[in-house]
């Protein structure tokens, strides 16, 4: 079982940044490929970010390409997203998510989820 804690969220300005942490329990974490998503209100979830679990090879939705980073750390059992040049189509609640081995951006692919913290981008 591995539990995940998503923290960082808040309220910034078209244009600014802010940092997501996603904390998981459990000894096997490296064993996990790590994936960040969003959901709007009225949208389906949808693809941010992965980190795979061997090598920690990333990919990225191309809304997001060039703008945010993945990134985890496993001595800390943490994922980050790393978000610059926010817009206003970034608003959503964001999700981590992980997967044993295996990699997908895929929703339905991931064993397991966080609660989500609120990312609000407005003047």
């Known amino acids: 079982q591995v539990q995940l804690v998503e923290s960082g969220g808040g309220l910034v300005q078209p244009g600014g940044s802010l940092k997501l942490s996603c904390a998981a329990s459990g000894r096997t974490f490296s064993f996990y490929s790590m994936g960040w998503f969003r959901q709007a209100p009225g949208t389906e979830r949808e693809f941010v970010a992965i980190?795979?679990?061997?090598?920690?090879?990333?990919s990225y939705a191309d809304r997001v390409k060039g703008r945010f980073t993945i990134s985890r750390d496993n001595g800390k059992n943490t994922v980050y997203l790393q978000m610059n040049s926010l817009k206003p189509e970034d608003t959503a609640v964001y999700y981590c998510a992980a997967k044993k081995t295996g990699s997908t951006s895929a929703p339905t692919g991931y064993d397991y989820w966080g609660q989500g913290t609120q990312v609000t981008v407005s003047s």
């Open positions: 980190v795979r679990w061997n090598f920690g090879s990333t």
